[in-house]
């Protein structure tokens, strides 16, 4: 992906939205001083562009039963192309899964992955990762405490 040009209101926007996904369009144009149909032109142009992939609800994983947030660092023994590409798509198939990394260093893969408990982190492991072909280690860390987790740019 080419990297755009956005202007000072386009970051405006950007910011605004990030802060506020369900700020309407009326709302969002007072906000950065435009009318709102140009507000609602340079959401869609921007959207064109590429630079926001969607819309969505960040719900609280805690309050949904999900206390048990791991990174899980994966090493593969070999790196084949037809091994690497099946080890991913296995892996984007896993709803545990929220985020997945391919690493420079001592690991392959970073994961981090919501879990109800430490049952449930036992079958995740042992069960779906553990059996995945080339994988050679597999370790987790328990997540404490999040001090910072955020979906925002830092677009100024």
Do not use: W
Not at 15 to 43: F, I, K, M, Y
Not at 65 to 85: A, K, N, P, T, Y
Not at 111 to 117: D, G, I, P, Q, T
């Amino acid at each position: 992906m080419v990297q755009a040009s956005f202007d000072d209101i386009d970051r405006a926007i950007l910011r605004e939205l990030q802060a506020d996904g369900r700020a309407t369009n009326l709302e969002l144009s007072r906000r950065v001083g435009l009318s709102p149909a140009a507000t609602h032109a340079r959401v869609r142009a921007i959207e064109r562009r590429g630079a926001i992939r969607g819309y969505t609800a960040i719900v609280d994983r805690e309050a949904l039963g999900f206390d048990l947030l791991c990174l899980i660092s994966i090493s593969m023994q070999v790196h084949r192309h037809e091994s690497v590409d099946m080890v991913r798509d296995v892996i984007r198939a896993m709803p545990e899964v929220l985020e997945c990394h391919h690493l420079t260093g001592e690991y392959d893969y970073l994961l981090k992955v919501a879990l109800r408990n430490r049952r449930e982190l036992e079958r995740f492991v042992v069960e779906r990762l553990t059996p995945l072909p080339g994988v050679a280690r597999i370790h987790t860390s328990l997540v404490l405490s999040e001090v910072k987790s955020t979906t925002a740019l830092p677009l100024d």
